[in-house]
């Protein structure tokens, strides 16, 4: 689906399409992404996902082990050529992984791709899974919360040769995790040369992505605690605690003499930008702009444009509303608080994010792929400067998508909670 109105009717449009189309045509891929009804009957408990914003179907076994809601699954994508606004594509199968949550590429073409909760890191060459995971990478004790993420995001630094990769650990104090940024380098299939750079406790094993600016500079989004849910104090205004921010860390993990709270004594030194809900995604774009797609409460998802020192709002401002019954009209805007690029309403809980630039799609190039878990969509968005003037719908119901990704060639890869691993490529001929 293809939209040029005014952004803010955009999204809406684009986001109510979607869930309109999913609950009049469901597919295979997403009545396998959620839990089967209770076997008694139709009297299933409602369950809510905290990351991804999305209510699914549990019996009380299921809701009393939420590992269940990222089940296998086979991603349901198109057969043969599909046309999309400027290219035409088909979408092919790449491997099959366990619950994988972030990738990137190697200068030499091979990819690594985390498996969050078993906590490995694969490699994918020639298109081809290496059945031996990584060796050594270092993982703290296991983790409590809803998800058990053990490994999180990796990323491959664009000068240095260093990868990065986040990491969840568990806490012998209570409920909670804690984040870890490490960097080390794969010899043999062995992680060697490891290093912690940042360790900082947190509420959810979600988020954690990591971008590179043209400096090299490391950027991390964590998440932030929402009181109504998780019953923690919010940390996003807060610019004394990590929670709800973009943080901002040279190479080594020491601090970047520019940031821009270093004059205040109170203000934790590697916060960038704050005013940050749920992060699932930070991209930056050929102009050395860097890009977060956001989870909002119900509504308010977001695709926000990060600024040095800017305060984008949450919990003060938002387009989304609270997880609870109560009637409340949401404050939309307030001075001294950034505005998102795009805003999603209903929320289609958006994901991963990435920039294309070009290559085998050149029509695609200077566009930001995001992806989408409750939707089950992948979205391309173009601008006009930092205003968005395109949103194009593409495969739609095909799974809970986790993250994208786009190599050298310009091919698009993505994948998902279920396990899959494709990629988007050039059209074979008629």
């Not at 955009?10 to 959620?34: G, H, I, M, W």
């Not at 995001?370 to 205003?387: H, N």
């Not at 119901?397 to 310009?410: F, N, P, T, Y």
């Amino acid at each position: 689906m293809i939209a040029r109105l005014s952004p803010r009717l955009t999204n809406c449009l684009a986001a109510s399409f979607a869930f309109a189309f999913l609950l009049q045509n469901p597919t295979d891929a997403q009545a396998q992404s959620t839990i089967a009804k209770a076997s008694d009957g139709e009297n299933a408990d409602i369950a809510v996902d905290p990351e991804g914003e999305e209510t699914v179907w549990a019996t009380q076994a299921d809701v009393a082990s939420p590992d269940k809601f990222f089940l296998p699954t086979i991603a349901n994508l198109p057969n043969g050529n599909v046309a999309s606004a400027v290219e035409t594509f088909r979408a092919e199968t790449v491997a099959r992984l366990e619950q994988p949550y972030g990738m990137d590429f190697l200068p030499d073409g091979r990819l690594l791709v985390t498996e969050g909760t078993p906590g490995r890191l694969r490699i994918v060459e020639a298109g081809v899974l290496q059945s031996k995971p990584v060796d050594a990478i270092p993982l703290g004790p296991e983790l409590s919360d809803h998800f058990k993420r053990r490994l999180l995001d990796v990323a491959v630094h664009p000068t240095n040769g260093w990868i990065y990769l986040t990491s969840a650990e568990g806490l012998e104090t209570g409920p909670g995790a804690r984040l870890v940024l490490s960097r080390g380098h794969i010899r043999d299939n062995q992680w060697v040369d490891g290093e912690i750079l940042l360790q900082l406790d947190t509420p959810s094993t979600a988020g954690a992505r990591i971008a590179f600016d043209p400096e090299g500079h490391v950027y991390v989004g964590t998440i932030d605690a929402e009181p109504e849910v998780e019953g923690g104090p919010n940390q996003a205004q807060d610019l004394s605690t990590p929670g709800g921010k973009i943080l901002r860390l040279m190479p080594d993990g020491s601090v970047p003499p520019d940031n821009p709270f270093l004059d205040r004594q109170d203000a934790y030194p590697y916060v960038w930008a704050y005013g940050i809900r749920a992060p699932l995604g930070l991209a930056f774009d050929n102009k050395g702009r860097l890009w977060d797609s956001e989870n909002g409460p119900r509504g308010g998802d977001e695709l926000n444009l990060i600024q040095r020192g800017k305060n984008y709002g949450w919990p003060v401002i938002t387009w989304g509303h609270p997880y609870d019954e109560t009637p409340t009209v949401s404050r939309v805007d307030q001075e001294g608080m950034e505005q998102p690029v795009v805003s999603w309403t209903p929320s289609p809980a958006v994901a991963g994010a990435a920039y294309h630039h070009g290559g085998v799609f050149p029509n695609w190039e200077g566009s930001i792929f995001v992806t989408s878990l409750k939707q089950m969509t992948l979205y391309r968005i173009t601008f006009d400067g930092d205003r968005m003037n395109l949103m194009e719908t593409m495969l739609v119901g095909s799974d809970r998508l986790r993250d994208v990704d786009v190599d050298e060639a310009g091919r698009v890869y993505v994948i998902t909670d279920g396990g899959t691993l494709f990629r988007l490529v050039p059209a074979e001929a008629d």
